[in-house]
């Protein structure tokens, strides 16, 4: 198994900055298309920001603009900067990687989440 450890959530002044970290053992980022989602009470995980294994981006329109996924190969991590950050941001946010192929198959891998909050 693969376990993906989030950090770099917590409190945040509304419209400020917040950077959250995802780590992994080995190169389990590397060659693979990563990103994070968020699930907001009562609501389905929704796509937040993924970063394809070819190097292409696609963000949820509500972050459009200000909010960033990356990658650091050395460290195999992927960040997420947020920035303009609004109390509706408010949620657990989670770390995710599609590996494969492997014997023409790909596993999903989640972390445990990290809360964002976001005051007003």
């Known amino acids: 198994q693969v376990q993906l450890v989030e950090s770099g959530g917590g409190l945040v002044q509304a419209g400020g900055p917040l950077r959250s970290s995802c780590a992994a053992p080995g190169s389990t980022f590397t060659n693979n298309a990563i990103g994070w989602y968020r699930q907001p009470p009562g609501k389905q995980r929704e796509l937040v920001a993924l970063l394809s294994s070819g190097g292409t981006t696609t963000y949820a329109d509500s972050v459009k603009g200000r909010f960033t996924i990356s990658r650091d190969n050395a460290k195999n991590k992927v960040y997420l900067q947020m920035g303009s950050l609004k109390p509706e941001a408010t949620t657990v946010y989670y770390c995710?990687?599609?590996?494969?192929?492997?014997?023409?198959?790909?596993?999903?891998?989640w972390g445990q989440g990290t809360q964002v909050t976001v005051s007003s």
């Open positions: 995710y990687v599609n590996v494969g192929p492997i014997m023409g198959l790909y596993q999903k891998y």
